[in-house]
């Protein structure tokens, strides 16, 4: 079993309708599903695959195997010879590019590359955002909109380098453990090469091929609650690789902090002019992220349930 692969380029065609089916199955029966022919340059993709793979060597390598808390942690264990495995730790060196971080300086063309990058792949998700809205049927636009808590662009829009490097006990480490991402839509260029990346598919884990210069898209636990549950986020991890190094760059469009995330009013079921949420709750992201960053690798509904009881009591006091 392989997750879906879509050819976007069709999608202004003959075979638009077809497209958007695929589109649509990929979001609710997978919540990940693989672009070819997305329209960002080749030519591009190749350079930020060569800048990005000389920052980890010229930038980030050597501190990893000398400095991080992974092997540092591996060691400790190693040593103790007690055959536990490193449960709240990932393999993984990792930083974040935004419009308002630092950038690595080391490395010649990283920043031109990458900019020209995040301005693309932003592109790409903000069409493939518009396809969900047709599908869903509500406003074009309306995921935009709610992420960016109205007309303007406030919306988060980040960029995770990673590399999980050689790691000689696999057994006793994961790469990244197994969580659903907090925010809207991620759009992951993966290694060419090197696999590593699974889904939970219908209580089996499934590998996420790679092809080469396509971008994974997945779907994020904002996604869900809009989408009142016909889009549900998924399950991922990471495993640890022995004697290769994969390389990911995950770029995630996130709704503004101070945005009001709740299902949209059109696909809220009505049952005798009362309204039904499944469960769902209307909160603020921020709000959200307090409690993800601390339930990240757990389950997603306390996630849910305590966003709903942090909102009530919030209104509760203003009201």
Not at 47 to 56: G, I, L, Q, T
Not at 119 to 139: C, F, Q, R, Y
Not at 222 to 239: A, D, F, P, T
Not at 291 to 317: G, H, M, N
Request: with cysteine.
């Amino acid at each position: 079993m392989t997750i879906p692969v879509i050819d976007f380029s069709k999608l202004n065609g003959e075979e638009r309708a077809k497209t958007m089916a695929q589109i649509a199955n990929g979001c609710e029966e997978w919540g990940f599903f693989q672009l070819v022919n997305h329209g960002i340059p080749v030519d591009l993709l190749e350079r930020v695959k060569m800048v990005s793979s000389e920052c980890y060597k010229q930038e980030r390598e050597d501190n990893f195997f000398k400095n991080s808390a992974p092997v540092k942690l591996l060691k400790e264990l190693i040593d103790k010879k007690s055959g536990d495995k490193l449960e709240n730790i990932d393999w993984e060196d990792v930083f974040l590019l935004s419009d308002d971080n630092e950038w690595p300086l080391k490395t010649p063309g990283f920043k031109e590359a990458m900019v020209e990058y995040r301005a693309e792949v932003k592109k790409l998700s903000e069409k493939l955002m518009e396809t969900m809205d047709e599908n869903l049927g509500i406003p074009k636009g309306y995921i935009k909109k709610a992420f960016n808590g109205g007309e303007e662009d406030n919306a988060f829009f980040g960029t995770k380098v990673s590399h999980y490097p050689p790691c000689p006990h696999t057994e006793m480490v994961s790469g990244l453990r197994a969580h659903t991402d907090a925010g809207g839509v991620v759009l992951l260029f993966q290694d060419d090469v090197v696999d590593g990346l699974q889904i939970l598919k219908d209580g089996e884990w499934i590998d996420v091929q790679p092809i080469p210069n396509s971008i994974v898209i997945n779907t994020g636990d904002q996604i869900e609650v809009l989408s009142n549950g016909r889009y549900k986020s998924v399950w991922h991890r990471v495993n640890a690789k022995a004697n290769k190094t994969r390389r990911s760059i995950a770029s995630f469009y996130n709704p503004s902090y101070n945005a009001t995330i709740e299902p949209a009013t059109q696909l809220v079921k009505k049952l005798e002019n009362e309204e039904v949420k499944f469960g769902y709750p209307k909160f603020l992201f921020g709000d959200y992220m307090s409690v993800y960053t601390e339930q990240k690798f757990l389950p997603k509904e306390p996630r849910f349930q305590a966003v709903r009881t942090a909102s009530a009591d919030k209104y509760d006091a203003t009201s």
